[in-house]
């Protein structure tokens, strides 16, 4: 388990980390989710030891980590994944790793089966692709069997059949017990893998709840349709008090079941064309709560200027 109380972190005048306090539970994977620069990385890090808080407190499994025998052996990271020797060996990255903690060097094969390098195990990583320098990072995280994993961007690099693996992993590692903890962009990929999330914004906590809870709170769900006797079905829906939203050819009622709706239209002989429920997904849930959070904003660029095609007009 990993508990924050207060953490914070300030950089001279930047605040990258305010105030967070919330607990990665084990059994479940955790979604760690903000805009860039919100302060997850730091987070991480302040987690990690590798950066100390300017105030707050941060624990895994009740110690801070500098106090941790052995650390590789209670939690395993991937916070960036050319953090690796590159005239090494993935072999003897690993090797060295197991020795410093007293873990058995027969983790070292293991590890590198379970995340498909074995065939390169004697290469250099300098020579290692980016998705392979993720896979080799992950074999370093899961090295000594620990009860505690943290992945920043683990899908980064990774081919289709990878993303599907370090899905499945994930949360394999979680169905175990472990405690897993990961942050990430791809905002359709954490909503088939994370079971909780916790999203910050601008260093401070904004939510910290289920995933099912976060998108039924932040997210617009509602019934689309679509019928050839339009108006007579807005009369019926509006006579049956359900408030109704016109999207182009389809309507839209939000609050409704689609059940419902189909049996009003069914008994007052409407036919329809579409009935569908259209689910609120975690993209749009995280973009509608962190709108006011993000540092970085892009935007689109000024409207070309229109050309006049006109008499006298000879070409380029």
Known sequence: MIELAGLTKRYGEKLAVDGLTFTVRPGVV???????GAGKSTTMRMVLGLDHPTAGDVRIDGRHYDRLKDPLTYVGALLDAKAV??????????LCLAQSNGIPARRVAEVLETVGLTAVARKKAKGFSYGMGQRLGIAAALLGDPRILMFDEPAN??????????????????????TVFVSSHVMSEMALTADHLVVIGQGRLLADTSMAEFVRQHARSY????????????????????????????????????????????????????????????????????????????????????????????GA
Do not use: C
Not at 157 to 178: C, F, T, V, Y
């Open 30 to 36: 955790t979604g760690f989710l903000g805009p860039n």
């Open 85 to 94: 020797h590159g005239g090494r060996s993935a072999y003897h990255h690993l």
């Open 157 to 178: 690099g990774l081919d289709p059949e990878g993303i599907h693996w370090i899905r499945n992993l994930m949360k394999s590692l979680a169905a175990q017990g472990r």
């Open 223 to 314: 019934v689309r349709i679509r019928s050839p006797q339009r108006e007579r079905l807005l009369d019926v829906l509006h006579e049956a008090g359900i408030a109704v939203e016109a999207g182009g050819e389809a309507l839209e009622v939000e609050g409704e079941k689609a059940e419902r709706i189909g049996e009003l239209a069914a008994g007052h002989g409407i036919v329809l064309h579409e009935l569908s429920p259209q689910q609120a997904s975690l993209e749009e849930a995280f973009m509608r709560l962190t709108a006011q959070a993000v540092e970085y904003h892009a935007h689109a660029g000024p409207e070309p200027v229109p050309r006049r095609w006109g008499a006298g007009w000879k």
